[in-house]
């Protein structure tokens, strides 16, 4: 239960992917998070290794940037496309620390 009520604080306020939250723009595809965790958004959960996700991840950072900085380059593009990438890496970081932890890999839910 506590992770549930961290998962919506952070939904309100930031920092997200600490706790196992990310959300995104919905300006466009393809999404960050649709590359990242595919199989959850096609059957709307799925447990995902670790070991996809990382493999996965540099694909995703590389959406976020372009996603970001595509139409135009300015500061704030540039910090939130940093801010983005950090929180994928840290939900990448949770899903990994709590595989290692269970023994099974992390239960990812989407809505759209």
């Known amino acids: 239960m506590h992770d549930v009520a961290a998962q919506f604080r952070a939904k309100c ?3 997200r992917g600490v706790v ?19 199989e959850a958004f096609r059957f709307g959960r ?3 290794a670790a070991a996809d ?3 996965r991840l540099p694909d995703a950072l590389y959406e ?5 900085l595509g ?8 910090r939130n496309a940093k801010r983005m990438q950090q929180e ?14 269970t023994g099974i890999p992390c239960l990812i839910v989407t809505s759209l």
């Open 13 to 15: 306020q930031g920092s």
């Open 20 to 38: 196992g939250y990310l959300s995104e723009s919905y300006y466009g595809g393809p999404y960050p998070t649709e590359l990242l965790a595919p």
């Open 46 to 48: 799925a447990r995902i």
């Open 53 to 55: 996700l990382t493999r």
């Open 64 to 68: 976020i940037e372009t996603r970001e």
């Open 71 to 78: 139409f135009s380059y300015s500061a704030e593009g540039e």
């Open 88 to 101: 994928f890496r840290e939900f990448v970081a949770l899903c990994a620390h709590k595989e290692e932890e």
